[in-house]
T-cell receptor
Framework: RKEVEQDPGPFNVPEGATVAFNCTYS??????FFWYRQDCRKEPKLLMSVYSSGNEDGRFTAQLNRASQYISLLIRDSKLSDSATYLCVVKPQAGTALIFGKGTTLSVSS | EPEVTQTPSHQVTQMGQEVILRCVPISNHLYFYWYRQILGQKVEFLVSFYNNEISEKSEIFDDQFSVERPDGSNFTLKIRSTKLEDSAMYFCAITGTVNEKLFFGSGTQLSVL
């Protein structure tokens, strides 16, 4: 079983739409969770951390379900500039390196 | 947000040649990482470096690879004898503590011919 799995997409949505991405992870002992954003041929950039209680940053909402080993990212009121690949990232345990999913591609059109 | 500079931005080399990729964090950080991303693939962990020692490495990081921090500022990744399959974008990343978020440099695109 892959360590971090994501639906690769692409998700093609119009401006203003709400879109949700999902991610599952295999290691139940995983400790930290993140969403990163990656533009074409650029470095990954941290979008937000994901907490058990769920957290929101503007139009972005992240949720974690430890029982189901499932992470989600919700983007409301999509903008053209949201077009990118969204990477689900998991830290398996303390002191270990981050493990990346392959990413979900989002394309927002006008 | 911490800044990390990587040089060169592009490197073209012949198979079998040695390459050295460099990373310079702007501010003081304790933990350094190298990741790579083959075109169209996921970001893959290579090695982490703490207190001038390798703290973790992946199965990708074989004897062909080495890392060092020669002068206390630069952090380098050396590939001794490059193979075609080493062609990828190589990212350096830093963090202040082991559980903190990673910040990436802009990467070095390595092309092995």
């Amino acid at each position: 079983r892959k360590e971090v799995e994501q639906d690769p997409g692409p998700f093609n949505v119009p401006e203003g739409a709400t879109v949700a991405f999902n991610c599952t992870y295999s290691n139940s002992a995983s400790q930290s969770f993140f969403w990163y954003r990656q533009d074409c041929r650029k470095e990954p950039k941290l979008l937000m951390s994901v907490y058990s209680s769920g957290n929101e940053d503007g139009r972005f909402t992240a949720q974690l379900n430890r029982a189901s080993q499932y992470i989600s990212l919700l983007i409301r009121d999509s903008k053209l500039s949201d077009s990118a690949t969204y990477l689900c990232v998991v830290k398996p345990q303390a002191g270990t390196a981050l493990i990346f999913g392959k990413g979900t591609t989002l394309s927002v059109s006008s | 947000e911490p800044e990390v500079t990587q040089t060169p931005s592009h490197q073209v080399t012949q198979m079998g040649q040695e390459v050295i990729l460099r990373c310079v964090p702007i501010s003081n950080h304790l933990y350094f990482y190298w990741y790579r991303q083959i075109l169209g693939q996921k970001v893959e962990f290579l090695v982490s470096f703490y207190n001038n020692e390798i703290s973790e490495k992946s199965e990708i990081f074989d004897d062909q690879f080495s890392v060092e921090r020669p002068d206390g500022s630069n952090f380098t990744l050396k590939i001794r004898s490059t193979k075609l399959e080493d062609s990828a974008m190589y990212f350096c990343a830093i963090t202040g503590t082991v559980n903190e978020k990673l910040f990436f440099g802009s990467g070095t695109q390595l092309s092995v011919l």
